[in-house]
Structures are given as C-alpha cells and as structure tokens.
C-alpha cells in the first residue's frame, strides 16, 4: 500500500518559516491535501490539491510539490499554528486508498 | 455553512458494538460522499469507511470484515458500526465529508469535519 512519510518535528521561532515535507512515491501523480490538528480538536482542512486554500485559511500557510515531495510552508510563524499536521492522498492503486501522513508536531520556540 | 454533529457510547466492553451517528446540516447531503476516520490516542489518522447518499460503501480492507456503514437520508444522517471491539479500537472517531479535485474522477480529500467522538475499549 501506498505510503506518506513525514517528519515527526519540526520546531521554529515566532516569526519565521516552517517547512513540513511528505514525502512519498510518485506523488506528483496525486493530489495533496494537508491538515491542522491542535489538541483536543478536529484536522482542519489548510491546502488542499497540492497548493490551494480553503476560504478562511491565512495566506501565510502554502503547499508546493517537487520530486516526490509534498512541502506545507508556513511563513511568519505565530504562536496559535502549533499544532500537528498531516498530509494526505489518495491513492487508486491500492486497497488503501485513503493515505495520511504520520504527522508532524510543530512546535513554536 | 455546513456542520457534521456526531454522537453515540464512548464507553464499551471488549466483544460489543461500537456505534456511532453523524447529522448533516446546512448543505445539501446528496450528491456527497461521507465518511467516517479514526485516531487512537496520541497516534494518527486512519480511515474506516464511506458511504453516499445512494448506500453505496467502500471499507478500509483492514476493518472491513466488522464494519458497516449506513445512510437515512430522510435525517440526513449516516452511521458506523463495528463489531467487536478491543482495546485497540480505542480512540476519537470522526465523521467528515469527502470533495473532489477532479483528479481522481471521484472524492480526494475531507473538507468538513465532525467534532470527534472519544470511544474507549474497556473491560
């Protein structure tokens, strides 16, 4: 089955930009979709297709694809985007067809 | 603005039915897949299962022998069952609706959520 690999952390000061990759095979064929999860909360949608924003999502958060890496970018870091992030696609070549990512814990200094 | 309010036990025994339901309100339910994902503690996303407004279903291969999945669309609800319950079942469990990019030629990712439901396996 399909498999998305993520960091486990990634840590960044207020103010600057964090970078979350997701990695997996072909993913340029596939759309990408990312979520925010805070504690105690459910995923919130932030890009979807690789690099569009939900209507509500600051502009500061961005998707971009290269290779096969998917990159969530999240520029002027604030305390309130610490959170766990997911990747996500789905994948037609297999009986698990909906893939998330492990996730990533960002963590703001 | 569209919300998923879900409800059903969070507290079972090993062996018993976990069930679980999600209304749908302000937007339109047909026309739409639903789906329901879970999240053990402090671990990550997995998806269980869909279903549209039609009844038509399609379960994560690993659950699918105790799951099913079901529709009343005169309540514009769906609901999860899984039988059998162990501790490793524990954990919140979402329900969420699925749009489409257009890549796939059919739904690719969730973009609205229900507020999670905490179920925990426990004898």
């Known amino acids: 089955s399909y498999v998305l690999t993520q960091p486990p952390s990634v840590a960044v000061a207020p103010g600057q930009t964090a970078r979350i990759a997701c990695g997996g095979n072909?993913?340029?064929?596939?759309?990408v979709h990312w979520y925010q999860q805070k504690p105690g909360q459910a995923p919130v949608l932030v890009v979807y297709d690789d690099s569009d924003r939900p209507s509500g999502i600051p502009e500061r958060f961005s998707g971009s694809k290269s290779g096969n890496t998917a990159t969530l970018t999240i520029s002027r870091v604030e305390a309130g985007d610490e959170a766990d992030y997911y990747c996500?696609?789905?994948?037609?070549?297999?009986?698990?067809?909906?893939?998330f990512g492990g996730g990533t814990k960002l963590t703001v200094l | 603005q569209v919300q998923l309010q879900q409800w059903g036990a969070g507290l079972l025994k090993p062996s018993e039915t976990l069930s679980l339901t999600c209304a749908v309100s302000g937007g339109s339910f047909n026309g739409y897949y639903w789906s329901w994902i879970r999240q053990p503690p402090g671990k990550g996303l997995e998806w269980i299962g869909e279903?549209?407004?039609?009844?038509?279903?399609n379960y994560n291969p690993s659950l699918k022998s105790r799951v099913t999945i079901s529709v009343d669309t005169s309540k514009d609800q769906f609901s999860l069952k899984l039988r059998s319950v162990t501790a490793a079942d524990t954990g919140v469990y979402y329900c969420?609706?699925?749009?489409?990019?257009?890549?796939?030629?059919?739904?690719?990712?969730?973009?609205?959520w229900g507020q999670g439901t905490l179920v925990t396996v426990s004898s």
């Open positions: 969420a609706r699925e749009l489409g990019t257009g890549r796939a030629a059919r739904p690719d990712y969730f973009d609205y």
């Open positions: 072909n993913i340029g064929t596939k759309g």
């Open positions: 996500q696609v789905w994948d037609g070549s297999s009986d698990h067809n909906w893939v």
């Open positions: 279903i549209n407004h039609s009844g038509s279903t």
